[in-house]
């Protein structure tokens, strides 16, 4: 760190030689102090720090450190995708590092991480894990391959009356408030000559009356808002509602959905790729 601070290689050095006693070094905090001290920082912190020295690199390893960064529900979330089995020869940081990044459950149609910073879940929903009105019938819905989607599908609307899109959901949340959204687009992109292009000619009467969003949880909590879709060959992320979790290791079960199904006018033109639950404090970079 400073000039006055010697590593511990220079100082076993200098002892040898007899020119003068060694100078105490980051190297001689003993591991049980450096751990205390890193359990207080944020991840990210943790792992910059683990490249200061040997004992810093153990230190960082201890599992209490983790498991102080894990949310108390990670057990739940780590059965889900990791396996029970897995878990048990995992190390906290080991199991902290896996849930961090992406994982797909329920045969791929979801997809599940931990924050690094929040510790909270975010979780992605296929358009192939909603309920889709006319999903099965091709006069009306169809599943177009795309790169746009991190599913690689999107549901696309050609033409219909009746337009509802469903999700359900019983997930253990970590305590913390969360944000539902849908992420949609009016029109279907593709690329031509290695440029993106998004054909619209099937996009109409979205203008006429607002979709309605609706988000229901087991524990009483309600939202419901109208909006008109908007931004024709844009990917557009639609707010639906928030929910608080505030009792740990407790399922919390969830109803949500999409409609506009008066039924004067058809709808089409309209790509569904996903839900997603995230903290509400990191919807805004979704947008």
């Known amino acids: 760190m400073g000039a006055g601070v010697s590593s511990p290689d220079r100082a076993e050095d200098e002892e040898g030689s007899g020119s003068h006693p060694s100078i105490p070094g ?57 396996g029970e089995q897995n878990i048990a020869t995992m190390t906290k940081k080991e199991i902290y590092a896996k849930l961090s990044l992406p994982n797909r459950f329920d045969g791929g149609a979801k997809e599940v991480w931990l924050d690094k910073c929040s510790g909270l879940v975010c979780l ?101 808002s109208e909006c ?9 992320y639609y707010h639906v509602g928030d929910f608080v979790v505030e009792k740990p290791n407790e399922p919390t079960i969830m109803k949500f959905s999409l409609a506009q199904i008066d039924c004067t006018h058809t709808k089409g033109g309209l790509c569904v790729d996903s839900a997603i639950i995230c903290p509400t404090l990191l919807r805004e970079r979704l947008e």
């Not at 751990?35 to 683990?50: G, V």
Request: aromatic fraction near 12%; hydrophobic fraction near 40%; charged fraction near 25%.
């Open 228 to 236: 008109y879709l908007h931004g024709p060959g844009e990917w557009v």
């Open 124 to 224: 992605f929903m296929s358009s192939k894990s909603l309920k889709i009105t006319g999903i099965d019938d091709r006069r009306y819905w169809n599943y177009i391959p795309t790169e746009e989607s991190r599913f690689k599908s999107v549901a696309y609307l050609q033409q219909m009356w009746w337009v509802e899109v469903v999700g359900e959901l019983e997930f253990e949340f970590p305590v913390g408030s969360y944000s539902l959204v849908f992420r949609l687009q009016l029109g279907k992109a593709s690329k031509r000559l290695g440029r993106r292009v998004c054909n619209v000619d099937q996009v109409h009467g979205w203008d006429i009356k607002p979709v309605r969003f609706q988000l229901s949880t087991s524990d009483g909590q309600h939202s419901l």
């Open 26 to 82: 980051l190297g001689d905090i003993p591991e049980s102090c450096i751990s205390s001290l890193l359990i207080n920082l944020d991840p990210p912190d943790i792992c910059k720090l683990a490249r200061v020295n040997r004992a810093f690199h153990r230190a960082s390893s201890a599992d209490f450190v983790w498991e102080s960064k894990l949310p108390p529900s990670y057990k739940f979330l780590a059965n889900k995708v990791l």
